[in-house]
């Protein structure tokens, strides 16, 4: 259901610079030991290298940063993990083995886990050499889905752990609210993704020219199903910027505001930089990101990539729903210093929807 609501601080969001500070509503707790000052921080990220190619355990040790797979899953039951396969290209998208160490603590952990995703597009679906194109065709899109999952190594590896694997596209659906949605009151979510106590964002990290970074919040455009929001999500940005939104953030916020996402591990292995998600040069930046909160993991990661997150849309509506911290001093970093693994990566070129859209799910099959 659209929502026509006008909001005040959506207003001025659009009116003021990107960086505008925002007021918190909670501070850190401070004591005094000696001569020393500790700061009770709400929000934990951890860094951690991968030596010697070893990816799980990097993943492993980055769990184990913010307290042990019981601790971060503690209380929940059924859990989503959500990589980011935008297509059918390794070269963009996130590891199997990272995904697979995280069903190997869920399961051991006695969680019931599953890997869903909603992919954008794949070659000989809705991407052929006259282009891209949306669709909400069913069938289409099953397929696509399959060909992403098979050819990615996702089918091979649920049939290895024997968990299911989990289009989004389509299937049953539900309707869940999203309290102060800046597109909508509803979002229409597979019934899975309903269902779920929690859903762990699972991106690599990549540059994005719509969006500035594409981390665990962007990666939240591939659960909006397909059979209703189209395929590439071209419905979904038009209606986003026909009413105003800065880098595809009102979409992403909403969603963020709609599904239970309290685990985040980002995929840093192999980044990109530049021109993503797709287009971009990978950087071999070896680390692997956790959190808890999906904003205080992009503010780290977008700093690990040498970016100021004040700049980045979906970061400061996410702040200004009061949805993470406000600022980098409201975040307690484990494992490696972000100063000694930041690496300065290449900025993408920036287009709005509206530039982009007449070359990019404009047609429909």
């Not at 990272?98 to 599953?114: E, F, R, S």
């Not at 700049?311 to 702040?319: D, F, Q, S, W, Y």
């Amino acid at each position: 259901m659209t929502n026509n609501k006008k909001h005040h601080s959506r207003r001025e969001f659009i009116q003021t610079t990107i960086g505008a500070g925002i007021a918190v509503s909670a501070y850190p707790f401070t004591f005094c030991r000696g001569n020393e000052q500790f700061v009770k921080k709400d929000f934990i990220v951890s860094i951690v290298k991968i030596r010697d190619h070893n990816i799980a355990y990097a993943v492993e040790k980055a769990i184990d940063l913010l307290g042990g797979i019981n601790t971060v899953t503690g209380g929940k039951e059924r859990i989503m993990l959500k990589p980011n396969l935008v297509a059918n290209s390794p070269t963009y998208t996130t590891k199997p083995e990272v995904i697979k160490t995280l069903v190997n603590l869920m399961k051991n952990a006695g969680k019931d886990v599953c890997i869903c995703e909603g992919s954008a597009a794949a070659s000989g679906f809705n991407a052929t050499d006259e282009g891209i194109f949306r669709t909400k065709k069913q069938d289409i899109l099953d397929g696509m889905q399959q060909y992403v999952f098979d050819q990615l190594g996702y089918t091979g590896l649920a049939q290895s752990v024997n968990i299911p694997l989990i289009n989004l596209h389509s299937g049953e659906m539900a309707e869940v609210e999203v309290q102060d949605g800046y597109l909508f009151d509803k979002i229409t979510l597979h019934n899975s993704v309903a269902e779920s106590d929690l859903l762990c964002s699972v991106p690599m990290m990549k540059t994005h020219v719509l969006a500035t970074v594409t981390l665990s919040m962007k990666n939240l455009i591939g659960v909006y199903p397909g059979t209703v929001y189209y395929s590439v999500r071209s419905w979904l940005h038009d209606h986003a910027a026909a009413n105003g939104s800065p880098g595809v953030a009102y979409e992403i916020v909403d969603m963020l505001k709609a599904v239970k996402t309290g685990l985040v591990v980002i995929d840093a292995s192999t980044a990109m930089e530049g021109d993503g998600p797709t287009d971009g040069k990978l950087v071999d930046m070896g680390l692997i990101i956790a959190g808890t909160n999906p904003l205080a993991a992009d503010m780290v990661a977008t700093n690990l990539m040498g970016f100021n997150p004040d700049k980045v849309p979906a970061i400061n509506l996410a702040r200004q729903s009061d949805l993470g911290p406000n600022g980098m001093d409201e975040i307690e970093v484990r494992g490696e210093k972000i100063e000694d693994v930041r690496r300065s990566f290449r900025r993408p070129n920036i287009y709005s929807w509206p530039e982009v859209s007449p070359v990019w799910g404009n047609q429909e099959i």
